[in-house]
């Protein structure tokens, strides 16, 4: 078997994961009970790793309780807040582009755990900031919330495609942000950023009125276009673009594929992680797809935009 995705969490602190104790490592086929190994050497044994770890999984993400030291509301759909991580909490660990984290307000029950992008940190003082549109159930309660938060992370399959982010060295990168997507733009052009790489970032408030991401990615030194519609056609035209990233609804995941394929642009996409996501671990099946007949689970595993946007799986 030619694997057609990776496991975001192989070879990481959380490997081997919940999902070795259960028979389901998506790349080991030893571990889900089969006789021959097809992993093709990921660069990591994960069988091996779980008889050395006396047949457990390794580490789990921990709850951790933040405090809340500022929050702002910017429009009735719209607020902003800045979590103060634990001493021994490192938010280097949450620094990385497609970065997402479990949070609900102190006293809510489990299941009111919103899945966020990190929208930024701040190391030097250990801060996280998070952007939330308010919607339903989940986001309420967190908005009522003022003082403390329990967050469990951090996650990384926030972004597909990470790999093109990853690698990017000296390119020419469009990044476009809609609505409330516009929260994990800023991870990615720090990303880019430290690979000396050109950026655009697109800017259209959707929904929310406001571009939540205008002023930090002034502050880095990316140029910023505002638009009101969308007219990412003419922009993505308009130069040569080597990766371009999208962060907004699935509609526009597919229409900028779409241009891309229409106008043979060499251009490589990433994109947001639309699906729904409860758990993170693999284990709820609540992001699980079809992939010619593969059940995938789309919290663990890491495919490219294209390939996604080619299967329909979003
Ligand atoms: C990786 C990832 C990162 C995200 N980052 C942010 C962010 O930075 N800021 C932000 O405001 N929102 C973000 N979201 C979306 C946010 O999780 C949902 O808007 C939120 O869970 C809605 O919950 P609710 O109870 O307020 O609304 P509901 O009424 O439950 O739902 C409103 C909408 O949100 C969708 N939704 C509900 N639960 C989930 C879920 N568990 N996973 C994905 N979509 C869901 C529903 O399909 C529906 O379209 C992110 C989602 C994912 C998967
Ligand atoms: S979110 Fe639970 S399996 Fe993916």
Not at 21 to 46: A, K, M, Y
Not at 171 to 198: E, F, W
Not at 292 to 310: D, S, T, V
């Amino acid at each position: 078997m030619i694997l057609k995705y990776s496991c975001i969490d192989m070879a990481s602190d959380y490997c081997p994961c919940y999902l070795a104790e259960t028979g389901d490592c998506v790349i080991c086929s030893i571990l889900r009970g089969q006789n021959n190994c097809d992993c093709r050497w990921q660069g990591i044994c994960i069988f091996q790793e779980f008889l050395w770890n006396g047949k457990k999984k390794a580490s789990s993400r921990k709850m951790i309780k933040a405090e809340i030291v500022d929050k702002k509301i910017f429009t009735d759909n719209l607020f902003i807040f800045t979590l103060k991580l634990p001493k021994d909490v490192h938010t280097i660990y949450f620094s990385q582009a497609g970065t997402y984290v479990f949070v609900k307000s102190q006293n809510s029950p489990d299941f009111y755990e919103v899945p966020l992008c990190v929208m930024d940190f701040d190391e030097e003082n250990n801060l996280l900031i998070f952007a939330v549109q308010l919607l339903g159930p989940k986001t309420k309660a967190l908005f009522k919330e003022n003082k403390n938060i329990v967050l469990r992370g951090p996650y990384y399959n926030g972004i597909f495609g990470l790999k093109y982010i990853k690698s990017s060295f000296n390119r020419n990168c469009l990044l476009i942000g809609r609505g409330i997507g516009q929260a994990s733009l800023i991870l990615v052009a720090k990303s880019l950023k430290r690979g000396y790489n050109k950026i655009l970032a697109v800017l259209n408030p959707g929904s929310l009125s406001y571009n939540i991401a205008k002023e930090i990615l002034f502050k880095e030194g990316v140029s910023v276009k505002e638009v009101n519609d969308e007219c990412y056609e003419e922009i993505i035209l308009k130069d040569n673009y080597d990766l371009i990233y999208s962060a907004g609804a699935d509609f526009q995941h597919n229409f900028i594929y779409d241009v891309i394929k229409r106008n043979n642009l060499k251009a490589e996409l990433a994109i947001s992680n639309n699906a729904q996501i409860c758990c993170g671990e693999g284990v709820c099946g609540s992001c699980a797809v079809n992939l010619n007949g593969e059940k995938i689970r789309l919290c663990k595993m890491q495919l490219e935009g294209k390939k996604i946007l080619e299967e329909g799986l979003l």
